[in-house]
């Protein structure tokens, strides 16, 4: 049975005449992995922040765990783990320090020192955080997103300042997390290192859900290609055509593949043809692409 750790319900919110969330629902089941992603401005942080009772909103419902989330309302919390935008900082207090500030009386020193061995903090932990660039900061922030063990960790924007290993290493931590059931919703633009760690997606496009899936549907829908390079691109499309196989309007020699379309018939039919192939290449989708194919959907059907 799948069970839900956060619930929206036709979340609304505006500052000033501006409307930034318009009637926002999704759910979250718990031990999943989400991404949240959408354009600059979307409403992003801003639907985290009500999750964390940061403020008031006039509609709509927030429940964490089945109790009602607001600024006056927040005991489920407790279980909530987050760091949004900048991480919160004392520059005289070294990372140790924070992490200790930050944890409960039930998290082990063992606990702490996990997470900073694994986020690979251990050659500056007892420096003051003043000293620390934009990277290791941004790997404090993630060490007390952590530190308590929460069931729920929201985490906005947290490859910033990353470098490669570190961005490696936050998706191993991520990963095993959710493997004991940790439930994390992220926000990122590096759609290339969300996309390996997502279970499920919700996409916001001004201030609007404009699709949530599991990242197997989306994948299993999305197009596959068989990407072919050959000494007269022309002629090869010609002739594929002429045989009933499919090409996608992408441009070059490019046949959609439908599970039945073999690739040693293609590349028979074309050496036999006098054509030479130079290269051949699966293509899918990646989800920057399926991203923007959806957004430019939502804005072509938004303009009607
Ligand atoms: N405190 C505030 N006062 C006024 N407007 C705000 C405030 N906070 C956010 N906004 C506006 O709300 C909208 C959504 O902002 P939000 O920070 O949630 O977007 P986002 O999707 O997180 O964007 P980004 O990807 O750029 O971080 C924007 O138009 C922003 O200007």
Same mark, same amino acid.
């Given at each position: ?18 409307? =930034? ?15 949240? &992603? ?30 009602? =989330? ?9 279980? =909530? ?52 660039? @934009? ?11 952590? &530190? ?53 997606? =919700? ?6 859900? &404009? ?83 959806? @957004?430019?959907?939502?804005? &072509?059907?938004?303009?009607?």
């Amino acid at each position: 049975m799948t069970t839900s750790i956060l619930d929206i319900e036709h979340l609304s919110k505006s500052f000033g005449h501006k409307q =930034v969330l318009k009637d926002v629902s999704f759910g979250v089941q718990a031990g999943h992995i989400i991404g949240l &992603v959408g354009p600059n401005g979307a409403g992003k942080s801003t639907i985290m922040k009500a999750i964390l009772g940061l403020f008031n909103y006039p509609e709509g419902k927030i429940m964490v765990d089945g109790e009602v =989330v607001s600024p006056t309302s927040h005991q489920s919390m407790d279980e =909530v783990g987050a760091l949004i935008e900048y991480p919160g900082i004392y520059p005289f207090l070294t990372g140790y320090q924070h992490l200790h500030l930050f944890s409960k009386k039930t998290t082990s020193d063992t606990q702490v020192m996990d997470i900073v061995r694994k986020l690979r903090m251990d050659a500056y932990i007892n420096r003051k955080a003043k000293t620390y660039s @934009l990277g290791m900061k941004q790997k404090l922030g993630i060490a007390l997103a952590l &530190v308590n063990n929460p069931r729920l960790v929201i985490l906005d924007e947290p490859m910033n300042g990353l470098d490669p290993q570190s961005n490696k290493d936050l998706r191993n931590l991520i990963l095993s997390y959710a493997r004991s059931g940790t439930t994390f919703l992220i926000s990122s633009h590096i759609l290339s290192e969300l996309e390996k760690l997502i279970d499920d997606i =919700v996409v916001i496009d001004q201030g609007q859900i &404009v699709y949530t899936q599991s990242m197997v549907t989306l994948e299993s829908g999305s197009k596959k290609l068989l990407a072919f390079k050959t000494s007269d691109d022309v002629k090869a499309s010609h002739i594929l055509a002429q045989h009933g196989y499919q090409l996608d309007k992408s441009g070059g020699v490019s046949v959609i593949e439908n599970g039945q379309n073999q690739m040693a018939d293609m590349i028979n039919l074309l050496t036999g043809n006098g054509i030479n192939i130079e290269d051949v290449q699966h293509v899918h989708n990646d989800l920057e692409t399926i991203l923007l194919n959806l @957004l430019k959907d939502d804005q &072509v059907k938004g303009s009607k």
